[in-house]
């Protein structure tokens, strides 16, 4: 019975649910991550500035931080599937909406559909994250969650695959230096084919999420323990007396803003890097790809790892010394020249596995009946993805800054995110929250 403990506990058993909902974590793992190479796509098609580009981040995690609180509300008055089964709608109508986005030949309709999805993912993470917390024995609750988060990357990687093989390496060759001079009529005609290029696989993911919205509508779903009656007031005061989950969303909010700094701008840091050696940019960004995969695979790889060492490590521990990683690695990315830093940044992912499902669960310990508007606090957390990737956007477009290239530079950004998380580990490690 001992090592069934994830799935059965007092008498029911969470398995098939638990397969179910895990495949939610690589759905919205697949969205994230086909997305962050989306910032220098657009950028190009559009002869853009990276900072304009990265307003596809600020679409993306904004409807995260939008939605949260409104799907808690939502989620507290019917259940955690009907959350699912919402966040399942507007992810594919988010997708779908990149075809009448294509049509308008604007990037205003692009952000549009990008935060109609991001706000199904908010539905889908508010849901899911309690929910596999709740399936099974609390005393395995923050190890259980770090299992299901472990196929986030695994969808994550999916995502930047398709983004590698399927966009990137399809777009027009042309560099964006060549694209500022072309003609309206010849810069609109490669826009298009560029934009119907870029569309197909959003289409091919609705579908996919169409009929997973289906498979889990027609699913018997097990009821977990419903909450009391308290007021969202009260819920809200609860919360923010406690200071180990108020800490805790703010390590979020500077943990997912780190995540996709590092991401996204691997591009832009590999991209000078293999220019610099004589490599064409559309060649110089599929080579940089390839180490953003190797990011995810490392970051996939870890965090098994990490859920099998956290049967003899205390999270908080693990949580303070992965950070103080970060921290070395960051450093190793701004001041290392060549490849030496980008092996920095590809790193930097393995610090990151066990981050978000780590201090979600910490956060959210003990909590009892306010689950659901903890766990709302916490994805509005992942606002830090939209409001600090176009910070480092900002200092990227410099060009070069204290005489050291500006996308080296800019990782200080991360540098001082990682140092905010391995201060609440510690914190946590020691108990004083």
């Known amino acids: 019975m001992k090592k069934n403990r994830f799935f059965l506990y007092e008498g029911v058993n969470y398995l098939l649910p638990f397969i179910l909902i895990t495949s939610c974590f690589a759905l919205w793992g697949f969205a994230n991550d086909i997305t962050n190479p989306m910032v220098k796509a657009f950028s190009k098609i559009f002869r853009m500035s990276v900072t304009d580009g990265a307003l596809t981040q600020v679409a993306f995690y904004g409807g995260y931080f939008a939605m949260a609180l409104p799907a808690a509300l939502f989620i507290r008055r019917f259940s955690y599937k009907s959350g699912i089964l919402m966040g399942l709608a507007l992810y594919a109508t988010g997708a779908f909406l990149f075809i009448a986005a294509r049509s308008s030949g604007s990037y205003w309709p692009f952000l549009a559909a990008y935060f109609i999805l991001t706000c199904g993912l908010s539905f889908l993470e508010t849901s899911a994250n309690p929910y596999i917390l709740a399936m099974g024995d609390p005393a395995t609750a923050t190890r259980r969650l770090n299992l299901a988060q472990s196929f986030n990357p695994i969808g994550s990687l999916c995502g930047m695959f398709v983004a590698m093989n399927f966009i990137q390496a399809r777009l027009n060759p042309m560099d964006s230096a060549a694209r500022a001079t072309l003609p309206d009529a010849e810069f609109e005609a490669i826009k298009q084919s560029d934009l119907g290029i870029l569309i197909k696989p959003y289409v091919v993911i609705g579908i996919v999420i169409a009929v997973m919205f289906l ?54 840091y590999g991209t000078r890097i293999f220019m610099e050696k004589g490599m064409t940019e559309i060649d110089a960004e599929v080579l940089s790809q390839k180490y953003n995969i190797a990011a995810m695979i490392i970051f996939c790889c870890s965090r098994f790892i990490c859920t099998y060492l956290m049967k003899y490590f205390k999270p908080g521990k693990m949580l303070y010394c992965f950070a103080l990683a970060g921290i070395a690695f960051t450093l190793g990315v701004i001041f290392l020249q060549g490849v030496a830093g980008l092996y920095c940044l590809v790193a930097v992912s393995a610090c990151m596995s066990l981050m978000f499902p780590t201090i979600y669960g910490i956060a959210l310990e003990g909590i009892g009946e306010d689950a659901k508007f903890g766990a709302a606090g916490l994805i509005m957390a992942i606002l830090g993805g939209s409001v600090l990737p176009p910070l480092q956007a900002l200092v990227i477009d410099q060009g070069t800054v204290l005489g050291m290239p500006a996308v080296n530079v800019s990782f200080f950004l991360p540098t001082l995110c990682f140092v905010v998380i391995a201060v609440y580990g510690l914190r946590v490690h020691r108990k004083k929250i």
């Open 215 to 268: 498979l889990i509508l027609l699913m018997k779903m097990p009821r977990v323990k419903e909450e009391s009656g308290s007021s969202i007031r009260d819920s809200l005061k609860r919360l923010i007396g406690i200071p180990r989950y108020r800490e805790g969303v703010v390590a979020q909010f500077f943990y997912v803003g780190v995540q996709i700094m590092c991401w996204t701008f691997i591009i832009q």
